[in-house]
């Protein structure tokens, strides 16, 4: 497909005309460039240089084997890797960390009674795709960081494990407690899963994926089609990720020589029951075996049986005996030297360690990066060194924990603070729509980005084939918006992958890249995210590989090279104000919600309507919800709309030409740390961005103006006045930046 | 539980203190009595009556074999209910039809290719339950109505064959022409998807019943539990009852000698495809066989499978035999003519056939309507014989298609035009909340026996249960009303029971009374609606056959004894407020959706957003909605609001003394009438009411208005503006004939 899109395009083709087929009249001018042809011919001499025949090899090359973190493959990977890098002129090293990363040697998962089954635990090979044949260094299914343990009890159903299934258990007067749980892949990010069932007293977790979800019901299973068939097993991490990521050993700290190290009982971020992920195929005589009551409406999934809470009759033993291992990770860390602005970082990354093949997470990602970084290499070699520094990484221990990016922004925390304008973070990808989250001050320059780049399959630009995806399937609100609204909303980011640490912990603008929406994520972190796999069913012909590496290579040339860096702040000040609405409509529901509770309770009325022969009761009464003093952020929020309105307009109209830039642009990068906090968020100092978390209770899943949301959550209605204060003072000092930096040009 | 309560209150407690312990301070007075504490007391002395005991004994009596219309059992049933009448002092005659009436000779199901598979078409025996294993005289499954046919073809899933689904099948450009469909049960009456199918040119249909929707998702599966297994099978007829119910040779006539029959081949409502039901066991290798493309999201089953959508690979022979048979079907009619008005009567009826051993359906509320019939009529024997004329019907075959009710209806149509007062339906019941469907007209009434009528669980009045049922589970209109509305609104009634010739055909405001809502409809027209089966698991110890006993008989005896009959128009004029709302929502929604889903089409943003590797295609352009002139609608409501809130204030606190009660009662109870018209219902000139009708593409689902609301659902914008103003010009004559009750009172 890229091919042909070149070809149409032609190899002299002037950058406007360029512009104009991608997305007409949408690129008069490029922001923060006087001479936007010269930047846009250097765009498309990388975009020509993008060939979906390299990517497949290099896809094909690093996918061949297991390379997970210390594997022998991962590190042949990350010197083939570094090599590239070096023939492509760029300054390489190999940033190495010693971390604590447990591999499993013995799991064990018994049904014990009343039937037995031993589960198999073990992903079935495929005659039709022979990576699943390979068994040596290939990690079974298992969770990274969850405990060693030996235990015994009743099996309990408990849907997916968020809040919301133990508050439906505790109406069923079910209580965990000295039970072995067995939840839902789902809902949440796994590691909230074993997180809950421990701290409501369950000594051990199963988690499967249930075919409702993940499986026949989606398609045709592997090998016939891309979903998960009833051997494939989602591996991950349980590590306790919203408290901090990276080495659990060194919260905060880098693991190198000379960093203090927890004892490993000590970790926070370890998982304080066992847990093993498995097959619905195991999963099946497992939940065939429980009793009690048939689950409430919505607990089904799809497996051909009648789903049962429990506890019991079924009783298993769940043993896991992992070796603690301290390794050694290597990151690849690729320098270009900016021509002008050699102190200001446009940072841009991908993992290279898998689960096992990873040809989809994180190839398909990193072969999007090496195809870009090779074109900036040779923009450079031609004459076009990027005006600010560009440095590609390579980031390994991700999938256990984001750990290789997190040790390295924790090493280089000063010079990170000081110099990097941006992070741009890509992971898996896979055919379809267009997907960016990220910080919300680059939201116009991301649907500038957006617009000039054109879709594989329908020759429109992504922005428009977004749309058009939005305005056919999305939300009233999102189709009003689309109305509405002339940029695409820029979805916050929670975790899930390397921007983590750049975003939350130092408030580095930052974003996520990738296309999906038409490629299932039936392979996800099974032993079927092969290359065959990837190449038969996520991208066939690298199209939107080949897609991502112009979209970033766009994003990462624009960043690097504008004379005024394209940071504006309307959509930031809009997107606060929805939070704002978001919060008190939050609070309005629950105080709704509390009140109805409590009157049907008083009421008698669940008494009378729920089935007396049925052990479901009645849910407990709510605390009253008060009215909080939202004042504080709206002034905040008043304040801020007043002086990006002032600054963007003065960066989109003013004469610059009296400005010092080198200055200007510091104010526009540094922005994204004014906020942030360095006291951290409530319980995790770690996480300083005070507009986007990942959730504590969710994990991946993003809470904005969290320390608001989740004391609102949780019902901690005494707190909310105070963290509200919190948040406005930080937005406050975010508004008083925008004016210092406004107060710049004249 | 009934026994519990009798004892509590007592034998010889006033009838005050009943009404009061039922729900205190209600029924200070009985709508339409000046002497509410006699009736009460008579009310009592019938409730007191009731036994438990009795309805079992009863219930294994009539459900110890199958009872279909035409069968033996049936037979012996007849005259066994007659002796019962018989012996309770009524005058009972056996009203015989004569009607056609087909069951099945062979009955055969192969899957063809690409594998074979021979359905068994079989309902397991159990040894847990021994009518199970009774073959002689048992219909096996089938669907009434059905053509004979030998047809091969490919299959084609249809989801639940609904207009819907074929609209999403036409953007997969499958035509079903030439194929045979296999449709799930749900969301539309049967009889619709054969009915579909054919239009649309199938040759042939299946029906199954998906365990997700009816089988081991809702819960364990019989004997373990009350639900659906793999071998069970929901029969019932296919006869096309939105054109006409009853015998479908004789429309509008009554099957007796001397009524000129249509050939068979002309009868209209005889499906135009052979059509089988069958079992999910028998279903899941033909669903197994299809390829084609997966099927959208939410046409999923719960069967192990990825469901595809076809046509093919799988091909299917159909060949189903029935004999045409003409039989001789027996209503039982027992009357006891009315002390004061003889010739103002109120109907009670339940039909007695089966598709099987019918515990449930229709054997639970049979038994309630004898034990109320036994009260009614030892009241009369003590001498207090009611003062309207009561007829009690056991009606024949209206599983097949409402026939015995119908036939009787056509035969005595002109005298229950003059004298039929109200038709009081019931049908299977089972444990949990009440539920009333009827005429608006009777609203208030419907709600003053709620409060009459204590839940034998939960010790408080039907209507307090049920209003906290819908206070917990309702949805936020529901609540809303309920905080805002005095009565609990009487649903409006669709079809399927033997109220429809009543209400439908001749305008005699009718009800249905039932429970539900605690007690699994699993065995639903399987061969395992027996009586085990009932008493295991939908009414342990017949305490709702009791209370419902109950229900009905304050029912009729108020019905019967009122000085003025207890019709009030006010709930009435609300509700056609509510319909009327409903059409002009129901415009708007089309109209938005057309501009919209055109502007997509015009945008290219399906083109754009769906995946070109998929079949699935834009939907089609629709027909702009124009807006249409409700005013005609809008000023007959304003003139019944004022008329009926005029005519409620004098029966409520006018002086009647003066007046001829026989002339008032007349008018109130002809009221009804006055919503019919005597052309009917587009298409379908059996069905007279104006205001309820089952829908033409729904089936038993009610359409309230019916003639504005099917031409809007339809498309027909052309015909509604005229369809609103026939409606209209009905509820006018309506207003002036409550405008002349009005003027009756001085």
Not at 131 to 149: H, I, Q, W
Not at 430 to 453: D, P
Not at 572 to 592: F, G, H, M, N, V
Request: net charge negative; no cysteine; proline share 5%.
């Amino acid at each position: 497909m890229h091919e042909l899109k070149t070809a149409v395009f032609g190899l002299l083709v002037a950058a406007m005309a360029v512009a104009e087929a991608a997305d007409e009249g949408a690129i008069k001018n490029l922001t923060g460039f006087v001479d936007a042809n010269r930047q846009l011919a250097l765009e498309t001499s990388l975009v020509e240089s993008l060939s979906a025949t390299e990517l497949d090899a290099w896809s094909k090359r690093l996918s061949a084997h297991a390379h997970h973190a210390g594997s022998p493959y991962g590190r042949e990977n990350v010197r083939f890797i570094a090599e590239l890098f070096r023939s492509w002129g760029y300054d390489v090293v190999i940033e190495a960390f010693d971390i604590l990363l447990p591999v499993p040697k013995e799991r064990e998962l018994v049904l014990e009674g009343p039937r037995g089954y031993r589960a198999t635990l073990i992903e079935d090979v495929l005659e039709e795709d022979a990576s699943s044949a390979e068994r040596d260094e290939v990690l079974p299914p298992y969770n990274a960081f969850s405990k060693d343990g030996n235990v015994r009890g009743e099996l309990v159903f408990v849907n997916y494990g968020i809040p919301e299934d133990y508050e439906m258990l505790e109406r069923y007067g079910i209580d965990v407690t000295g039970k072995i749980v067995i939840a839902k892949y789902g809902k949440s990010w796994r590691g909230i899963k074993p997180k809950l069932a421990a701290e409501h007293g369950a000594i051990g977790a199963i988690i499967y994926s249930d075919p409702a979800d993940d499986g026949y019901i989606q398609g045709d299973v592997y090998p016939d089609g891309p979903f998960k068939n009833d051997s494939g097993v989602q591996r991950g991490s349980v590590m306790d990720m919203p408290l901090y990521p990276g080495d659990v050993l060194t919260p905060g700290e880098p693991a190198i020589k000379g960093t203090r190290r927890l004892k490993v009982t000590a970790a926070p971020t370890i998982s304080k029951i066992p847990v093993l992920p498995i097959s619905y195929r195991d999963a099946l005589p497992l939940l065939k075996a429980l009793g009690g009551e048939v689950v409430p409406a919505g607990w089904s999934g799809a497996l051909p049986i009648t789903y049962h809470i429990g506890p019991g009759p079924a009783r298993v033993k769940l043993r896991l005996v992992f070796d603690w291992q301290r390794i050694t990770i290597e990151n690849v860390i690729a320098r270009l030297e900016g021509a002008i602005y050699p102190d200001e970082w446009v940072i841009r990354g991908n993992h290279h360690d898998g689960w096992n093949h990873g040809a989809s997470d994180p190839v398909s990602g990193l072969v999007a990066l090496l195809g870009e970084a090779k074109g900036v290499g040779m923009l450079a070699a031609e004459g076009a060194r990027p005006a600010r520094t560009v440095i590609y990484a390579a980031w390994d221990a991700e999938e256990p924990g984001l750990i290789g990016s997190t040790e390295w922004v924790e090493k280089y925390r000063r010079e990170l603070d000081d110099k990097a304008v941006t992070y741009l973070n890509t992971d898996g990808n896979g055919r379809g729509f267009v997907f960016i989250g990220g910080s919300h001050t680059l939201e116009g320059f991301f649907n500038e980005v957006m617009a000039s780049v054109t879709d594989p399959q329908t020759m429109v630009s992504l922005a428009e084939r977004r749309r058009a995806m939005l305005s056919v399937t999305g939300d009233e609100k999102q189709r009003k918006e689309l109305e509405n609204r002339e940029d695409l909303r820029i979805a916050p980011l929670g975790s899930g992958s390397d921007y983590t640490p750049f975003l939350q912990h130092l408030g580095i603008a930052s974003a996520n890249f990738g296309f999906g929406g038409e490629s299932s994520h039936g392979s996800y972190h099974t032993l079927y995210d092969t290359y065959q796999h990837y190449t038969r069913f996520r991208d066939p012909g690298f199209a939107y590989a080949v897609t991502l590496a112009e979209l970033t290579g766009r994003t990462t040339l624009r960043m690097a090279n504008a004379r005024v860096l394209p940071f504006r702040f309307g959509g930031l000040a809009d997107s606060l104000e929805l939070y704002l609405t978001e919060l008190e409509a939050l609070a309005q529901t629950q105080r709704d919600e509390a009140k109805r509770n409590n009157r049907l309770l008083e009421e008698n009325s669940y008494g009378l309507a729920l089935d007396a022969t049925k052990s479901l009761g009645a849910p407990k009464a709510l605390p009253k919800v008060p009215f909080f003093n939202f004042a504080p952020l709206k002034n905040a929020l008043a304040e801020i709309e007043e002086s990006a309105t002032a600054l963007d307009k003065a960066l989109d109209g003013g004469n610059l030409d009296d400005v010092d830039l080198t200055v200007l642009n510091r104010h526009l990068y540094q922005s994204e740390r004014k906020l942030t906090s360095s006291e951290g968020l409530p319980g995790r100092d770690w996480y300083r961005h005070q507009v986007y978390a990942p959730g504590f209770y969710t994990g991946y899943g993003v809470k904005t103006l969290p320390r608001v949301r989740e004391a609102i959550e949780a019902k901690l209605y005494d707190e909310v006045d105070h963290q509200i204060a919190v948040t406005a003072g930080v937005l406050e000092g975010f508004a008083e930046h925008l004016e210092a930096t406004r107060a710049l040009i004249p």
